[in-house]
């Protein structure tokens, strides 16, 4: 994805969830339902202002970041090397930050549904295209799988991120269809998220060791 869609893409969402939340102010109540657990059931509440605006203002920062990482990332050169699947993941991060804002909004003014059944199946799209993006990824201090011996070692960094790849794309595939079974669906994905980060975390030292000791 180019620099200048990538652009258009944030900046749209923006402006157009910032009209949306404009729109539907005066329909919503004082306090608005912002947080689900993970069952599927609201357990948070926020203020309206902030319920309906704070998503909105974070993608304005979303546009900020989006162009500060590849200039002041040490090693922004390997950055520019991946940049398409970069833009990519940031207009995801954008259009999924839009559809949650979207459910929100939708749940808040009486449309109750399960959030789950319509949060995981994005959420696994999302965490498939990570994976895609880890086997491109190059060496850097913003983007991967970021341990002490990765960021030491392109070996350790490319062998990591392979694997790392494969499992992502595992874990999308089954949050994808977490909503087949929705009570359980969401601790699924995070056990599974928690166990190949202790996983890579201990690969990328074992391997990192195992090239110090063959040199």
Do not use: C
Request: aromatic letters at 20%.
């Amino acid at each position: 994805m180019s620099n200048k869609l990538t652009t258009i893409i944030i900046l749209g969402i923006a402006i157009l969830s910032f009209g949306i939340g404009v729109f539907f102010y005066p329909s919503l109540p004082q306090t608005v339902a912002s947080h689900w657990n993970s069952q599927g059931m609201v357990d948070g509440y926020m203020s309206k202002f902030w319920g309906i605006f704070l998503m909105p203002i974070i993608l304005i920062f979303m546009y900020g970041i989006y162009f500060i990482i590849p200039k002041i990332d040490p090693l922004k050169n390997n950055i520019e090397s991946f940049r398409k699947q970069y833009n990519t993941l940031i207009a995801l991060i954008s259009i999924f930050l839009f559809y949650i804002f979207i459910l929100t909004i939708a749940w808040n003014i009486g449309k109750e549904f399960n959030m789950n059944n319509f949060v995981l199946p994005v959420m696994g799209v999302f965490i498939y295209y990570i994976g895609h993006l880890l086997k491109y990824a190059k060496r850097n201090w913003f983007v991967g799988i970021r341990t002490p011996w990765t960021l030491s070692s392109d070996y350790v960094w490319d062998k990591t991120h392979k694997i790392g790849g494969l499992l992502f794309k595992i874990i999308g595939i089954i949050t994808l269809f977490g909503m087949l079974i929705s009570n359980y669906g969401f601790y699924l994905t995070i056990f599974s998220l928690i166990g190949s980060a202790v996983f890579l975390f201990v690969f990328s030292y074992i391997l990192y060791q195992k090239q110090n000791n063959n040199q």
